[in-house]
């Protein structure tokens, strides 16, 4: 069973940077396309960044410049650090596969990202 925790969200104010992590057991993340995604309040989960089985990475347009995504396959990791945070950038942030016809794992409890003005 796939277990995804996702981590490192808080409070800062504009302009601030934050590293979210994700932590996967049942899974090899490496072996799959993997994203970053948000949840504001009243809104769609969205995808922020995406990251493929190499290197290759794509951005929402509202984050690019700004956010990287990354991974650690050795940790079995992935991260998105978060520069230049904007007060629409609060959400709840996941961790899930991406690309992936059979859809998404079951998701996890998020992580709480709170960008104050």
């Known amino acids: 069973q796939v277990q995804l925790v996702e981590s490192g969200g808080d409070l800062v104010q504009a302009g601030g940077s934050l590293k979210l992590s994700c932590a996967a057991s049942g899974v090899r993340l490496s072996s799959y396309f993997m994203g970053w995604y948000r949840q504001a309040p009243g809104k769609q989960r969205e995808l922020v960044a995406r990251?493929?089985?190499?290197?290759?990475?794509e951005y929402a347009d509202s984050v690019k410049g700004r956010f990287a995504i990354s991974r650690d396959n050795a940790k079995n990791m992935m991260y998105l650090q978060m520069h230049s945070l904007k007060p629409e950038n609060t959400a709840v942030y996941y961790c899930?596969?991406?690309?992936?016809?059979?859809?998404?794992?079951?998701w996890g409890q998020g992580t709480q990202v709170t960008v104050s003005s």
């Open positions: 990251i493929g089985t190499g290197t290759s990475t």
């Open positions: 899930n596969r991406a690309n992936d016809a059979r859809g998404y794992w079951s």
